[in-house]
């Protein structure tokens, strides 16, 4: 399975996610977290560097914080 259909959301709805062109709600990040396999505070941290060498993943860059 892929994270768009894990996370139950369309896959351009994560691709404009990951261009930073939307601001997600909490539920939102709650649903990509599972799928992620890290906690959900993990894809609200906002240094970037701080969240991949955290959990060792690439992560999702536009999560509504810049």
Do not use: C, K, W
């Not at 399975?1 to 894990?6: F, Y």
């Not at 062109?21 to 701080?50: H, K, M, W």
């Amino acid at each position: 399975m892929t994270l768009d259909e894990d996370a139950t959301l369309h896959f351009t709805y994560i691709s404009s996610v990951e261009r930073g062109e939307r601001n997600v709600s909490f539920q939102t990040i709650v649903r990509l977290a599972g799928p992620l396999r890290v906690d959900p505070a993990v894809l609200v941290i906002s240094d970037i560097s701080t969240r991949v060498s955290s959990t060792g993943m690439p992560s999702l860059h536009g999560l509504g914080h810049q």
